[in-house]
């Protein structure tokens, strides 16, 4: 069964850092784009960023370009979300989702992680 | 910059067909923006219904249905059930590698 199960939510003060880790079973992680996506409580969802297979390429949201990088452990099977200079703003329940590209659909999703940033 | 746009909310009886549709603030979506569409409970991880336009995802009933109408994407619902009551969500590929999702529309079915 294809499973992604993240795991690191915290909370956390502004301007704190956190690492969130998201855990591929089922399926080789290296095969795939990977993507993170957040929804603030209440809200809709956001698209955060996607990396490469093998990471050569990442993209960011205009939010989040500069303060949060993605990376992979494709021999773990384990994606990563590095969130640092922390806002508000940035509270939300974090999505791992895979991304099978052709054909540009994200296929599977995580049940989420929830981060709080607050004092 | 350029917002994808969805009706906020959405009413239809059961049975009914309703049409929602994903569009851009600044020009026309097309199939160069590989419109998806995910329905989401509260609580509950998004699911995905529809990619690249018009391709259903594994398991989704074919009373789902998405297309380009006019200068949007849309997502048709035929026969609409109580369960189908959600939030629904596109997402466009604005290039660049950069995709954006709509504010989602919120369907009531009653």
């Known amino acids: 069964e294809v499973q992604l199960v993240e795991s690191g939510g915290a909370l956390v003060q502004p301007g704190g850092s956190l690492i969130l880790s998201c855990a591929a079973s089922?399926?080789?992680?290296?095969?795939?784009?990977m993507s993170w996506v957040r929804q603030a409580p209440g809200k809709g969802l956001e698209w955060v960023g996607n990396?490469?297979?093998?990471?050569?390429?990442?993209y960011y949201a205009d939010s989040v370009k500069g303060r949060f990088t993605i990376s992979r452990d494709n021999a773990k099977n384990s994606l990563y979300l590095q969130m640092s200079s922390l806002r508000v703003e940035d509270t939300a329940v974090y999505y791992c989702?895979?991304?099978?590209?052709?054909?540009?659909?994200?296929?599977?999703w995580g049940q989420g992680t929830l981060v709080t940033v607050s004092s | 910059q350029t917002v994808v746009t969805q009706e906020p909310s959405f009413s239809v009886s059961p049975g009914g067909t309703v049409t929602l549709t994903c569009g851009l603030t600044s020009g026309s979506v097309s199939t160069h923006y590989y419109p998806n569409w995910y329905q989401q409970t509260p609580g509950q991880a998004p699911r995905t219904l529809i990619y690249s336009t018009n391709i259903r995802s594994s398991g989704v009933p074919d009373r789902f249905s998405g297309s380009i109408l006019g200068n949007k994407a849309a997502l048709t619902i035929t026969g609409a059930q109580a369960d189908d009551e959600s939030d629904y969500y596109c997402?466009?590929?604005?290039?660049?590698?950069?995709?954006?999702f709509g504010g989602g529309t919120k369907l009531t079915v009653l």
């Open positions: 997402l466009l590929h604005m290039g660049g590698g950069i995709w954006m």
């Open positions: 089922g399926f080789a992680l290296g095969t795939y784009w």
């Open positions: 990396i490469k297979q093998d990471g050569s390429e990442k």
């Open positions: 989702a895979r991304y099978s590209s052709p054909p540009r659909n994200y296929d599977c």
